[in-house]
T-cell receptor
Framework: GAVVSQHPSWVICKSGTSVKIECRSL??????MFWYRQFPKQSLMLMATSNEGSKATYEQGVEKDKFLINHASLTLSTLTVTSAHPEDSSFYICSARIEADYNEQFFGPGTRLTVL | GQNIDQPTEMTATEGAIVQINCTYQTSGFNGLFWYQQHAGEAPTFLSYNVLDGLEEKGRFSSFLSRSKGYSYLLLKELQMKDSASYLCAVTDSNYQLIWGAGTKLIIKP
């Protein structure tokens, strides 16, 4: 149980285009989902916390208008990178937390974004 | 501020034992996680400690001392596939996960 999927697993796009990444909890309801970014040889960096039905809470330094997060249901959150640029190329990982188990986060497999 | 420290890199020999330390200073404490992350992949859960003491799970064990703000991950009978980064993360009083930078473990034959 507690499986989280991400789609796509990798994407290559041109500079200036927008990219949407989906994060789904497959066998549980996730009231809270998290979006992380990881650059090569660095640790995970939390971008935002997403609660179902409400606006996401962004970490300091993360542009809200550039990284649009929608958590429309208890099993789906989306991250849209708008007007992507090469510096946005990174590994994007989502995780989900089960309401009953307030501690553990279950991670998706990640999405590798490359912006040309 | 909140801070988690762990060594950047460690090297060990196949078949041996290695201990990866983690010290933390956070606003509140609601548990400590260890995750394993292979290059290009998402983290996978290894262990969770919320009370003091040692938790053993196969070849991996994790220890916690809340009074010292200290944990370690012990890996026994090392295998080549254990080469990965090991991430220490603490849940603070707001149930936010605070991440360490990770320890890259290199296993040599």
């Amino acid at each position: 149980g507690a499986v989280v999927s991400q789609h796509p697993s990798w994407v290559i796009c041109k500079s200036g285009t927008s990219v949407k990444i989906e994060c789904r909890s497959l066998d549980f309801q996730a009231t809270t989902m998290f979006w992380y970014r990881q650059f090569p040889k660095q640790s995970l960096m939390l971008m935002a916390t997403s609660n179902e039905g409400s606006k996401a809470t962004y970490e300091q330094g993360v542009e809200k208008d550039k990284f649009l997060i929608n958590h429309a249901s208890l099993t789906l959150s989306t991250l849209t990178v708008t007007s992507a640029h090469p510096e946005d190329s990174s590994f994007y990982i989502c995780s989900a937390r089960i309401e009953a188990d307030y501690n553990e986060q279950f991670f998706g497999p990640g999405t590798r974004l490359t912006v040309l | 501020g909140q801070n988690i420290d762990q060594p950047t890199e460690m090297t060990a020999t196949e078949g041996a034992i290695v201990q990866i330390n983690c010290t933390y200073q956070t606003s509140g404490f609601n548990g400590l996680f260890w995750y394993q992350q292979h290059a290009g992949e998402a983290p996978t859960f290894l262990s969770y400690n919320v009370l003091d003491g040692l938790e053993e799970k196969g070849r991996f064990s994790s220890f916690l001392s809340r009074s010292k703000g200290y944990s370690y991950l012990l890996l026994k009978e090392l295998q080549m596939k254990d080469s990965a980064s090991y991430l220490c993360a603490v849940t603070d009083s707001n149930y936010q996960l605070i991440w360490g930078a990770g320890t890259k473990l290199i296993i040599k034959p």
